[in-house]
């Protein structure tokens, strides 16, 4: 944690943003560039809705707020962290899930200020996240993982992520894990493949019934008799049959807005599919598309340079449900409009707050079994004083807004 080092971050952070159409170190500003409407998808968007899918759906949920906790599976067993879950559809549950889960504010990146999570993505699976989305770039000809560019972070290349991915999943076989991965540079489909293939996840791939949206989702229990426990969904590849389980995102999940600038700016709106966004989210839910809640904030650096909030995190990450800005208030409020769950959320920095909490209450789960927290001698993050306190970020902020002033 050196002066010198911030500068430099600082000074590419900068010039990054300089250059670069979409300033925004969020890492979701190129999943804009990425969105199906491009054409760089091929996306199916058209669907032909089911208007009867979506008052079932809401029965259901109706259902799911009433179940309370009883357990009516073998509790030996638990799926996804509890034994309710195992006989529940994909689409029928929560998933918890780190935005920018690669993309570290730890040791590795002397404390970045790109960086969105405090812990990797095998602590997030630890701690219970059982979604993760990263952006993945071309650089020399490899598939690496890089926030924005591969100058600002570089967090090495996707098939080694992917590798440790399958590690976890190899020792815990009852977990279904999905991800959510922006394929900024339009790599071809084939070449990502070919890092599930070299990480050897390729095999876990879950494939859907249809290459479109559809409600008919198998239980965790069939996925994971099956041992096709994992869901990939990439933004955006043109779908090909030989690589069936690289699932085009927006053929099958909608999104709320990913750039928000104020906890009082989250709202339920269907910001992608730009397909969708005319009709909103009443069509893309009765046509059977999966919510996604982006739940995690950005502030201003300086002028138009937005990094990770991690200053509110606290009550951006709460599982409180009156506070404006909070998780369970978000989340409540639009499984209230939309009449449906969110199937999919993404947070920053992870360990902050209680998001675990949110997803068991809208799980209906008071059973969970399994999860770890206990990360604090963790490779990764050792030596990182005030890795917790938030204080640390704060003064780091400060200390680089002012160095950028001086320059
Ligand atoms: C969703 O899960 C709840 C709780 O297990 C269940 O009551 C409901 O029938 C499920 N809905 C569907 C559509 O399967
Ligand atoms: C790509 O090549 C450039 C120029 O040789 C080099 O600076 C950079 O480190 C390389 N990136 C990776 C990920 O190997
Ligand atoms: C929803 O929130 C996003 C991000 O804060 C904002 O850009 C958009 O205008 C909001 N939509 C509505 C309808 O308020
Ligand atoms: C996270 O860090 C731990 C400790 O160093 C390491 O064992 C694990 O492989 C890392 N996982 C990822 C996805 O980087």
């Not at 590419?12 to 560039?33: H, I, K, Y």
């Amino acid at each position: 944690m050196l002066p010198g080092s911030l500068l430099t971050g600082a000074i590419v952070a900068l010039f990054s943003a300089g250059v670069s159409a979409t300033p925004q170190f969020g890492g979701s500003g190129s999943q804009e560039q990425n969105q199906g409407e491009d054409g760089s998808g091929g996306n199916t968007f058209e669907s032909s809705p089911s208007t009867s899918t979506y008052a079932a759906t809401t029965i259901a949920y109706t259902a799911t707020a009433l179940a309370a906790t009883s357990s009516s599976t073998d509790t030996s067993t638990a799926c996804n962290n509890s034994p309710d879950l195992c006989d529940r559809a994909y689409n029928n549950i929560t998933h918890m899930g780190a935005h920018d889960s690669s993309f570290l504010r730890d040791d590795s990146t002397d404390d970045s200020v790109a960086g969105n999570q405090f812990y990797n993505a095998t602590y997030a699976l630890e701690a219970g996240l059982r979604l993760l989305q990263a952006q993945v770039h071309v650089e020399n000809g490899t598939l690496e993982l890089c926030h924005t560019t591969c100058s600002l972070l570089d967090a090495g290349p996707l098939a080694d992520w992917l590798a440790l991915i399958r590690v976890w999943m190899d020792d815990n076989p009852n977990e279904v894990v999905s991800l959510v991965l922006v394929n900024s540079d339009d790599a071809d489909v084939a070449d990502i493949a070919a890092a599930f293939e070299t990480a050897g996840l390729d095999s876990y791939g879950y494939t859907p019934a249809t290459t479109e949206a559809t409600g008919d989702w198998p239980t965790l229990r069939t996925m994971i008799e099956a041992n096709t426990r994992l869901v990939s969904f990439i933004a955006s590849i043109t779908y090909d049959s030989t690589y069936p389980y690289l699932l085009p995102e927006f053929a099958y999940v909608f999104e709320t807005a990913f750039e928000v600038l104020s906890l009082s700016g989250f709202n339920c709106t269907l910001d992608r599919p730009s397909s969708l966004t005319d009709d909103g989210y009443a069509t893309a839910i009765s046509s059977n598309y999966m919510p996604m809640l982006n739940h995690f904030a950005y502030k201003t650096l300086i002028s138009s340079v937005m990094i990770p909030d991690v200053d509110d995190i606290e009550t951006t990450n709460s599982d409180d449900t009156s506070t404006t800005g909070a998780l369970g208030t978000h989340a409540d409020g639009c499984t209230s409009e939309w009449g449906v769950k969110p199937v999919l959320v993404l947070v920053d920095f992870f360990d902050q707050g209680d998001v675990m909490a949110v997803a068991d209450s809208l799980n209906g789960i008071s059973n969970a079994v399994g999860r770890s927290t206990d990360f604090e001698d963790g490779g990764s993050t050792s030596g990182a004083t005030g890795k917790f306190d938030v204080g640390t970020g704060v003064a780091l902020v400060t200390f680089l807004a002012a160095a950028l002033f001086m320059f």
